[in-house]
């Protein structure tokens, strides 16, 4: 019988890659992310255990650790992303400027007139028309006078409208460097799952476990990412999802996507992507969670949890996807409030795999991360969801500490540095640079800067004052 070492070797021979600069490039990650760079690291059991769990799929992929569509792809905001999109604008627009009657026009506007540019019909307002045929982010020059303000609500609203068009190159991946990088991108977005976030270490659970690939929409050349090392480029994305595969291969969930929802991508991976790498032909994508049932007799209705079809029997969605044990990712299938999971089967015609399974089998389950290893002593595990080390190492090192040497964003939550920070003037609230020129406006007079809501808008020259200046303004109204 072939030892686990003989396996191991085994494994590293028949790869496509070089195992030992892979090892170096995640440690240089690791140790430039978490700052542990006076620290002695010991990766080698992690690097191991991840593959060993991801190494079914390498050979899918024929000892490679990317696959990566030949010719580049299109994907576009499904229906109910558009409308979420759109409304949310006119809330900042409301919240963040005053601007009700701007904000109601984005409101009243047909969803598919704003993503087309063009007006479909007249809208009328209580100081404004704007006639049919209208280029919609020229016609908000009939709610914004200054055009310091209007250029840049402009600017915010083509951003969004570029969103419904997203061009790149499908990537799917077990490749550790597209772990870490899950939501580390130069195209303005971010999780909890970034390298300074809240779950930071669940991108390393997810990488030991043997259920989880990560799929993406990647920018034509390689970029220098946040909290990668500086002469490390790697793949920026543009569009992100968790694909989870059960136990037995006979089900699938998608986590949620980032930035943005887009049905026609999960498709084409159902539809083009798998069968193409051998990692079967699947049916269409479902939502349904069965939580009520009413008594046809008595037209009592009853509630419960969450259950999916397994087979030929209901599951309850908490005992048919469950978290590795001593594990720290973000589950959205199971805990996020405002995404309900998408699922599917194996293809009852896909022979690769036994149907009869497909049918009768309860024992169909997704374990979702497993425990990893601490990247610094290599022997125990990673204690904490935003620490990656173990206690014993975060006591050793007073890793617990070093958040004092950083700031966190009021807003999207990223570490920042002393020399990065930017603090609001009235509040006193750190903002990383992103933040403070998009969410932050700045008095006009004194040049104070500070959040929309700190400060006052004029409304007959349609521009910020801060709190003094705007009272100095006013001050012989009376």
């Not at 007249?122 to 982010?137: C, E, H, L």
């Not at 090392?229 to 999802?241: A, E, F, G, H, T």
């Not at 991508?265 to 193409?276: F, N, R």
């Not at 998009?438 to 910020?464: A, L, R």
Request: glycine share 4%.
């Amino acid at each position: 019988m072939e030892s686990d070492f003989d396996l191991l070797t085994t494994m590293k021979h028949t790869v496509k890659f070089d195992f030992k600069t892979l090892q170096n490039q995640v440690e240089e990650v690791i140790r430039t992310s978490q700052h542990f760079h006076n620290l002695d690291m010991n990766i080698d059991e992690l690097m191991n255990d991840w593959l060993r769990a991801k190494y079914r799929f390498i050979e899918k992929l024929n000892g490679n650790l990317i696959y990566e569509v030949e010719e580049p792809v299109t994907f576009h905001l499904n229906d109910e992303s558009k409308t979420q999109r759109l409304h949310e604008f006119a809330d900042y627009v409301y919240i963040h400027y005053n601007n009700q009657f701007l904000s109601a026009f984005l409101y009243d506007l047909n969803v598919e007139d704003f993503y087309n540019n063009k007006t479909s019909k007249d809208y009328q307002f209580p100081y404004s028309r704007v006639p049919k045929n209208t280029k919609v982010i020229k016609a908000f020059k009939y709610f914004i006078r200054d055009e310091e303000l209007l250029n840049k609500i402009q600017y915010q609203a083509s951003q969004i409208i570029q969103e419904n068009c997203i061009h790149g190159k499908l990537c799917l991946s077990v490749h550790p460097l597209d772990f870490l990088s899950a939501s580390e991108n130069t195209h303005n977005w971010r999780s909890c799952h970034a390298l300074d976030g809240e779950y930071r270490s669940g991108n390393l659970n997810y990488l030991m476990d043997s259920a989880t690939v990560i799929c993406y929409l990647k920018s034509a050349e390689p970029a220098h990412l946040p909290h990668f090392p500086q002469d490390l480029l790697w793949n920026s994305k543009k569009w992100r999802v968790w694909l989870y595969f059960s136990n037995d291969d006979n089900m699938l969930f998608f986590g949620r996507q980032y930035p943005f929802s887009s049905e026609v991508g999960l498709k084409y991976v159902l539809e083009e992507v798998l069968p193409k790498i051998n990692l079967g032909k699947w049916d269409s994508l479902y939502e349904s969670k069965v939580n009520f049932l009413k008594e046809t007799r008595t037209g009592e209705t009853f509630y419960f949890r969450n259950f999916v079809p397994v087979g030929n029997t209901l599951k309850p969605l908490n005992e048919l996807v469950v978290n590795g044990k001593h594990t720290f990712h973000y589950n959205d299938v199971l805990n996020s409030s405002c995404y309900n999971a998408l699922y599917t089967y194996r293809n009852r015609y896909d022979y690769l795999f036994d149907n009869k399974t497909r049918e009768t089998n309860s024992l169909t389950v997704f374990v979702l991360g497993r425990k990893c290893r601490c990247p610094l002593c290599g022997k125990e595990y990673i204690d904490r969801a935003n620490i990656m080390a173990c206690d014993d190492c975060i006591y050793t090192y007073g890793l617990d500490c070093d958040d004092d040497e950083y700031e966190h964003c009021d807003i999207c939550g990223m570490e920042i540095t002393d020399d990065e920070v930017h603090y609001t003037d009235l509040t006193g609230a750190p903002l990383c640079t992103s933040c403070a020129e998009s969410s932050t406006v700045e008095c006009c007079q004194c040049g104070i800067i500070d959040f929309p809501e700190e400060m006052k808008f004029n409304g007959e020259d349609q521009k910020f004052y801060c709190p003094h200046c705007y009272n100095e303004l006013h001050k012989d109204d009376d």
